[in-house]
């Protein structure tokens, strides 16, 4: 991260001065996310969490949990009661790609998933469980590679998959064209107009050529321009 943000603010002393003006530090991780979490349970939450608000998507991925979910040992007594209302998520294993792979959608909508989700999360189950997607196997591919596997799967699109990229495998030069707020942000960065068809995704590669490799660690500092940009409005 240090010489990430050396050759960013080389390279961009305008972007330079927003790092130094932020007083959050640049950290490549999702709140909901674990360290310890696999491609598979990043990919489930992802789905959890769309086009939801947090606390919405939360309290569904908790029902989840607690139905499918195994409770989380404190020590060398007995699990918690998995209907103990003190439990959060972070109380729960996530169930493993076989175990939600044998679920029918209708049990997972019992808990509050739609349809479509339940279906998404079921073909994310069956990629990994029958081996067409692991760890180690998203690990050794490219960006395009991962982007091209991911967005093959039906309810993963394109900026699911550059956010899996940055937050879970930790790729360092990612730009999520497709992120509103990054668009929007990069445009008042370079001055730019921002319309319903700009700018394009090739003119926002452009834009970020000078980033590289760093354009994940830029474009988490277009977000807290974008915030600011929202807030002076």
């Known amino acids: 991260m240090a010489e990430a943000i050396r050759h960013l603010k080389a390279v961009d002393p305008k972007l330079g001065e927003l790092i130094d003006k932020t007083k959050?530090?640049?950290?490549?991780?999702?709140?909901?996310?674990?360290?310890?979490?696999?491609?598979?349970?990043?990919?489930?939450?992802?789905?959890?969490?769309?086009?939801?608000a947090g606390k919405a998507a939360q309290a569904i991925l908790l029902r989840f949990l607690r139905r499918f979910g195994e409770p989380k040992s404190a020590g060398a007594g007995s699990p918690p009661d998995r209907d103990d209302p003190s439990l959060g998520c972070d109380d729960f294993v996530f169930p493993s790609a076989d175990v939600v792979a044998t679920l029918d959608v209708d049990e997972m909508k019992a808990v509050g998933l739609g349809q479509r989700k339940a279906e998404y999360i079921s073909a994310v189950a069956?990629?990994?469980?029958?081996?067409?997607?692991?760890?180690?196997?998203?690990?050794?591919?490219?960006?395009?590679?991962?982007?091209?596997?991911?967005?093959?799967?039906?309810?993963?699109?394109?900026?699911?998959?550059?956010?899996?990229?940055?937050?879970?495998?930790?790729?360092?030069?990612?730009?999520?064209?497709?992120?509103l707020a990054v668009r929007k942000a990069m445009c008042a960065h370079f001055g730019v107009p921002f319309g319903k068809k700009t700018p394009s995704h090739e003119q926002m590669v452009e834009m970020g050529r000078a980033w590289e490799p760093y354009r994940s660690v830029a474009s988490w500092y277009m977000w807290r321009l974008a915030g600011t940009i929202t807030q002076k409005s």
């Open 126 to 179: 069956a990629r990994f469980n029958d081996g067409t997607l692991s760890d180690e196997r998203l690990a050794a591919m490219s960006d395009d590679e991962v982007s091209r596997a991911l967005v093959a799967i039906r309810g993963i699109g394109q900026w699911s998959a550059d956010m899996f990229l940055m937050f879970h495998l930790k790729r360092p030069n990612v730009l999520p064209t497709l992120d």
């Open 24 to 52: 959050e530090v640049c950290v490549m991780s999702l709140p909901r996310d674990s360290v310890d979490d696999s491609s598979f349970v990043s990919l489930s939450q992802s789905i959890v969490y769309q086009q939801l």
